[in-house]
Structures are given as structure tokens and as C-alpha cells.
């Protein structure tokens, strides 16, 4: 059983900047790739950025590309969403998942494909 906790969300500008933190704890954190998702009110999860267990392959989708940059620190076991240039369209509560990943260099942009997930983190960028 692996946990998740993320943090770090808030209420910001648009323009602005925020740092999600995701904790986990129960299993060898370097042996689990990990994503992040969001999902806004009234609509799917989406992917948003994925990291393989190694940190060497990253992952982005195409909205948050070259604004988001997913990062790990598996000494502290902490997964991290920096988040740049913020658009009001960003807003969606945020979520860090977690698989087991036989390969250290793979990463997964699907949410089938993840077996554990944190409780979410709220994101409102204002206008």
C-alpha cells in the first residue's frame, strides 16, 4: 500500500506561480513512477504531467507544457508540480498518483494505468 498527500495548492493570479508537493510513504518511493492529474468541476481528470521512477523521463501535456515542470527527490520521497505562468483555465483540483514501474525509464500518462492516488490539492487562479 503506498500514501499519497499532496500539498501546496492555493488561491493565486493569473500570471502567478504555485508549487504542489506530493508525500509518499509505504513502499520504496524510487521504485514507483508518478503523475499528476487535475480535474476541474464538471469535468473528466485530465493528464497533466508524468515522471518515471528514475526522474529521467518526464512527460507533459500539451496546455501546461513549458509552463509546468514535474520534478522528484526520491531521498525526501516527494514528487513536485512547479507551476508557472498560471491561467485561470489551470483551476481544477489537482491530484499525484503512483504505479510500480518495472522500468525505471517509463512513464504513464493514463489514469487506468496508476494504482494509488492522493485525496487532491485545490488550484484557483484568478483573472
Known amino acids: 500500500q503506498v500514501q499519497l498527500v499532496e500539498s501546496g495548492g492555493g488561491l493565486v493570479q493569473a500570471g502567478g506561480s504555485l508549487r504542489l508537493s506530493c508525500a509518499a510513504s509505504?513502499?520504496?518511493?524510487?521504485?514507483?513512477?508518478m503523475g499528476w492529474f487535475r480535474q476541474a468541476p464538471g469535468k473528466e481528470r485530465d493528464f497533466v504531467a508524468a515522471i518515471s521512477r528514475s526522474g529521467d523521463n518526464t512527460y507533459y501535456a500539451d496546455s501546461v507544457k513549458g509552463r509546468f515542470t514535474i520534478s522528484r527527490d526520491n531521498a525526501k520521497n516527494t514528487v513536485y508540480l512547479q507551476m508557472n505562468s498560471l491561467k485561470p483555465e489551470d483551476t481544477a483540483v489537482y491530484y499525484c498518483a503512483t504505479k510500480y514501474s518495472y522500468v525505471g525509464s517509463h512513464y504513464y500518462t493514463a489514469s487506468i494505468d496508476y494504482n494509488y492516488w492522493g485525496q487532491g490539492t485545490q488550484v484557483t487562479v484568478s483573472s
Open positions: 509505504g513502499r520504496t518511493f524510487s521504485d514507483y513512477a
